[in-house]
């Protein structure tokens, strides 16, 4: 898994972001649904503000990836500075992402600063999507 920039890179107040999904087994995999995705800081992986909450605008649909195929799930992060001295920003060191149906998490890499404050500034992340380049 990895991050990258989104096609158009965001609008007024907000960083979009593609998590980049890649079956890297040597069978077909399927997919559908929306990953769940946490910012975290520190060495223990520690959570920071809430879980990203889903995207329902975009309908989920089954993905069939082959070997080495890819796909993505959009992820919006408000900037910090659209909540003033409620935000309470802190750099984060990357994400924690659940597979859809997974029980185990992974990390991401991808440094940025986001709020910490307990529901303000919420990332929002839609479901798996085909196509994984800008």
């Known amino acids: ?10 609008a007024a107040g907000s960083q979009y972001l593609w998590l980049i999904l ?8 399927t997919l559908e649904g929306y990953p769940g995705v946490s910012w975290v ?5 520690q959570q920071v ?6 995207d329902t605008s975009i309908a989920p649909k089954q993905l069939s990836l082959q ?16 909540f003033g001295d409620s935000c309470k920003p802190i750099e984060i ?7 859809p149906d997974e029980t185990a998490a992974d990390f991401v890499p991808f440094q940025q600063q986001v709020c910490s404050a307990d529901g303000v500034g919420r990332a929002q992340v839609g479901p ?4 994984a380049s800008e």
């Open 41 to 45: 800081t520190g060495d223990n992986g």
């Open 67 to 82: 070997p080495a195929q890819a796909a993505h799930a959009q992820i919006r992060s408000p900037q910090p500075g659209n």
């Open 22 to 29: 890649t079956n890297a087994t040597s069978k077909t995999c």
């Open 1 to 10: 898994m990895a991050v990258q920039g989104a096609p158009g890179g965001g």
């Open 49 to 54: 503000n809430q879980p990203a909450e889903r």
């Open 93 to 99: 060191r990357g994400y924690r992402v659940y597979l």
């Open 128 to 131: 798996v999507e085909t196509g």
